[in-house]
């Protein structure tokens, strides 16, 4: 009888730390990044201090702070009013384990691309789109040029002239939102592909060999679409095609190929 | 296999703060151990 007590409260409080975990991990993967993220790292360092005053036996400091916290609650609203209002808004708005997009935003998402990809290959202009799935692609998008805007297909239109800027290298996006521009993707070592294909082709390739991101290329030379996924191209036909093969790659990742 | 072993490794110090503070958390809320050691403000 004791040792199934036991068991349970030994069960009890793994999935309360578990749940606990869970919770802090995500508090601090929607603060990070943000202003707050400072000023949460400006309040630990002050209850590290609180600690080591107790321990160090440093009273007067010790005191200080006490009454410092004490009134801390209010000032900790006020400061972080914005993003709890931020927070309890996305909180509202979405699955409570799903923080991805609604199916039919990403397949607006994936209108957007299809639309833009055709139009670049009509004008003979190449083009390289990395849809970022689960693993982050944080090293690739610090490469390139930092643009947070909702995706379109005359935003990416505009990304792939040739008088822009941001031309060269990737575009990678996330959800709803194109991240950044100009970013520079590995490129495949495969012996198979790498003397025949182009550097776009093989920057494609590089990437998906790495991450489980989904790439969406133009060839400016024969204006053909390509789509990459875990280092091999899909073949793509036609729009609907295209539309057909980012709906199985991004809404349904985990039954991987394309038919 | 990419995405799982990325994930050990992707946001690895938020997530280890996220434990400790976890952790913490729990031993403040149920254990006199900690409670013994700190004299924490009301």
Redesign the interface.
């Known amino acids: 009888m004791n040792v199934t007590f036991d068991i349970y409260t030994t069960i009890k ?1 793994v999935l ?3 749940i ?2 869970l ?3 995500r508090i ?2 929607f603060v ?1 990044g943000t202003r707050s993220f400072h000023v949460l790292k400006g309040i630990a360092y002050l209850i590290i201090a609180f ?1 080591l005053f ?1 321990v160090l036996g440093l009273d007067t400091l010790n005191w200080l ?2 009454k410092i ?2 009134i801390s609650v209010i000032g900790v609203l006020v400061i972080f009013q914005p993003e709890l209002r931020q927070g309890l808004a996305r909180l509202g708005q979405q699955h409570l384990f799903n923080v991805g997009l609604e199916e039919s935003e990403m397949m607006a998402v994936c209108e957007e691309i299809t639309t833009a990809v055709y139009r670049l290959s009509k004008n003979r202009l190449g083009c390289l789109i990395a849809i970022e799935r ?3 692609l944080k090293t690739y998008i610090e490469s390139g040029i930092a643009i947070d805007a909702k995706i379109s297909a005359e935003l990416l239109q505009s990304i792939f002239h040739t008088s822009s800027p941001l031309h060269d290298g990737g575009v990678i996006s996330r959800g709803d939102r194109i991240v950044a521009a100009s970013c520079l993707f590995p490129l495949t070592e495969n012996p198979n592909f790498s003397k025949i294909i182009g550097t776009r082709h093989r920057a494609a390739l590089g990437l998906t060999e ?3 991101a989904v790439v969406v290329m133009v060839s400016e030379e024969t204006q053909e679409i390509s789509v990459a996924e875990d280092g091999r191209f899909i073949p793509v036909v036609n729009r609907e095609r295209l539309i057909s093969v980012l709906r199985d790659l991004l809404l349904k990742p985990k039954k991987g190929t394309a038919a | 296999m990419k995405v799982t072993k990325a994930w050990f490794t992707q946001n690895l110090a938020l997530k280890v703060i996220a434990l400790v503070l976890a952790i913490f958390t729990w031993l403040y809320l149920n254990d006199e151990i900690l409670k013994s050691l700190f004299t924490f403000p009301k």
């Open positions: 409080a309360e730390i578990l606990l975990w919770v802090f991990y601090l993967l990070e600690f107790q702070l006490t916290f004490a689960e693993l982050k790495q991450t489980d």
